[in-house]
């Protein structure tokens, strides 16, 4: 059994940001135009007003204060609130490939490998831009990697599980070198017209590069353990997929064709899932989080990972023990984690442990317990 290592990381960061008061403006003016044009059946009671937004209760709820985007102007424009991403002939890269490429470089560049050392490429999102052939082989491709590349989705938790995938895969000595990209288009996927949600996503890439230890040219990270699990909920949902069009009315602009969430079951449900998680996988490994230097976990809002850290650590976490990035790119899905750990790692000492842990829809929690060796 070989050692598997996290050599190098990398994130793509979009070109736009859109700041929450941005955010709010494009909501409201949508708001008002709606009240506007549904006039006759709001005042018959047939209809619902729509409430403003307000970036006071954004920053409260979620800690959030920008996001970045692959497009501003659609989802900023009243008449059309989502992003504009013009589709690209077969013959061109496709927009989740072309981030994943930058976040791949940038990792490959920091492990000190070249892509032709790549022998397995899994691209593990929350939304795939098609079903196929499965855009890690489109990577896997462009980069000039060999082996083979894979996709999977397991919504927020996709980087943790590829992360597992490939350390057994590597411990078993199938593969030598994987590349895991997380391309996030959460954007594309988020209701912007919806006041309990717009806020909450962001787009980014992160890649990371998975080796025996005993090949890492430089500082790295050793993966000591993995932990998955799964129990199914559906509090976080979104019903768009193959089987749409074949359904009656199903070309319809159906609200659970996005991201739907029934935010505050997810909060009460998934905290105890990821505290009781995190103390098992320490346990397991005959320790304890009192062990960890470090918590990088999933970004969706901060007081939940104000009250993770608390639970888990039994104290208020301290300054810099669980970055978070959340305030700077929102909710990025299975990217949250793997910004944070790739941001906020370099300073640990040799030997010292730190724990990336996210948790989504599935509900799905992956921890991966690990030792920096510089
Ligand atoms: N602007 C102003 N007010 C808003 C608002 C907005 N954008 N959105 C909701 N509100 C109002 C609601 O109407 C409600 O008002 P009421 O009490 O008069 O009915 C009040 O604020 C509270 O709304 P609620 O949706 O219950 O907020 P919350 O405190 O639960 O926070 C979340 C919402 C989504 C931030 C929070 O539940 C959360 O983060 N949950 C976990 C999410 C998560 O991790 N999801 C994983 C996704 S991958």
């Given at each position: 059994?070989?050692?598997?290592a996290?050599?190098?990381?990398g994130?793509?960061?979009?070109?736009?940001?859109?700041t929450?008061?941005?955010?709010?403006?494009?909501f409201?003016?949508?708001?008002d135009?709606?009240n506007?044009?549904n006039a006759?059946?709001?005042?018959?009671?047939?209809?619902?007003?729509m409430?403003?937004?307000?970036?006071?209760?954004?920053?409260?709820?979620s800690?959030?204060?920008?996001?970045?985007?692959?497009?501003?102007?659609g989802?900023?424009?009243?008449?059309?609130?989502?992003p504009?991403?013009p589709?690209?002939?077969?013959?061109?890269?496709?927009?989740?490939?072309?981030m994943a490429?930058d976040?791949?470089?940038k990792?490959?560049?920091?492990a000190?490998r070249?892509?032709?050392?790549?022998?397995?490429?899994?691209?593990?999102?929350?939304n795939?831009?098609?079903a196929?052939?499965?855009?890690?082989?489109e990577?896997?491709?462009?980069?000039?990697?060999?082996?083979?590349?894979?996709?999977?989705?397991?919504?927020?938790?996709?980087?943790?599980?590829?992360l597992?995938?490939?350390a057994?895969?590597?411990?078993?000595?199938?593969?030598?070198?994987?590349l895991?990209?997380?391309?996030?288009i959460c954007?594309?996927?988020?209701?912007?017209?919806?006041?309990?949600c717009?806020?909450?996503?962001?787009?980014?890439?992160?890649?990371?590069?998975?080796?025996?230890?005993?090949?890492?040219k430089?500082?790295?990270?050793?993966?000591?353990?993995?932990?998955?699990?799964?129990?199914?909920?559906n509090?976080?949902?979104?019903?768009?997929?193959?089987?749409?069009?074949?359904?009656?009315g199903?070309?319809?602009?159906r609200?659970?064709?996005?991201?739907m969430?029934?935010?505050r079951?997810?909060?009460k449900?998934?905290?105890?899932m990821?505290?009781?998680?995190?103390?098992?996988?320490?346990?397991?490994?005959?320790g304890?989080?009192?062990?960890?230097?470090?918590?990088?976990?999933?970004q969706?809002?901060?007081?939940?990972n104000?009250?993770i850290?608390?639970?888990?650590?039994?104290r208020?976490?301290?300054?810099?023990?669980?970055?978070?990035i959340?305030?700077?790119y929102a909710?990025?899905?299975?990217?949250g984690?793997?910004i944070?750990?790739s941001k906020?790692?370099?300073?640990?000492?040799?030997?010292?442990?730190?724990?990336?842990?996210?948790?989504g829809?599935?509900y799905?929690v992956?921890?991966a317990?690990?030792?920096?060796?510089?």
């Open positions: 059994m070989h050692t598997p996290i050599t190098g990381t994130v793509f960061t979009p070109p736009h940001t859109i929450n008061a941005e955010l709010v403006k494009a409201n003016a949508y708001a135009r709606f506007q044009q006759a059946a709001i005042e018959s009671g047939e209809q619902a007003a409430s403003h937004s307000s970036e006071e209760f954004i920053v409260k709820a800690g959030i204060e920008q996001r970045y985007v692959m497009d501003k102007s989802v900023l424009d009243p008449a059309v609130m989502h504009i991403l589709e690209r002939a077969d013959e061109d890269p496709s927009v989740m490939a072309e490429l976040a791949a470089r990792a490959l560049a920091q000190g070249d892509a032709s050392e790549v022998d397995l490429v899994i691209c593990a999102a929350s795939l831009e098609r196929y052939p499965a855009v890690a082989v990577i896997q491709h462009l980069l000039g990697a060999g082996g083979m590349g894979f996709d999977m989705n397991v919504a927020c938790s996709s980087a943790t599980f590829g597992q995938a490939a057994d895969m590597i411990r078993a000595g199938s593969v030598r070198c994987a895991i990209v997380n391309p996030e954007s594309a996927h988020l209701e912007w017209r919806d006041r309990d717009h806020f909450i996503f962001g787009d980014v890439a992160t890649a990371m590069v998975v080796e025996r230890k005993e090949d890492a430089g500082a790295h990270f050793e993966v000591l353990s993995t932990r998955c699990s799964t129990a199914f909920s509090n976080i949902r979104n019903n768009n997929g193959f089987l749409r069009r074949t359904r009656q199903a070309m319809q602009d609200r659970d064709m996005q991201f969430q029934n935010g079951k997810v909060f449900e998934v905290l105890p990821v505290s009781a998680h995190i103390a098992e996988h320490m346990a397991g490994e005959g304890t989080a009192e062990d960890l230097s470090r918590l990088w976990l999933h969706a809002n901060k007081t939940m104000d009250f850290g608390k639970k888990v650590l039994g208020p976490p301290e300054d810099g023990e669980q970055p978070n959340l305030q700077d909710n990025t899905s299975s990217a984690s793997i944070a750990f906020f790692s370099d300073d640990l000492p040799d030997g010292s442990t730190g724990l990336i842990c996210s948790f829809a599935g799905s992956g921890s317990l690990l030792r920096r060796c510089v």
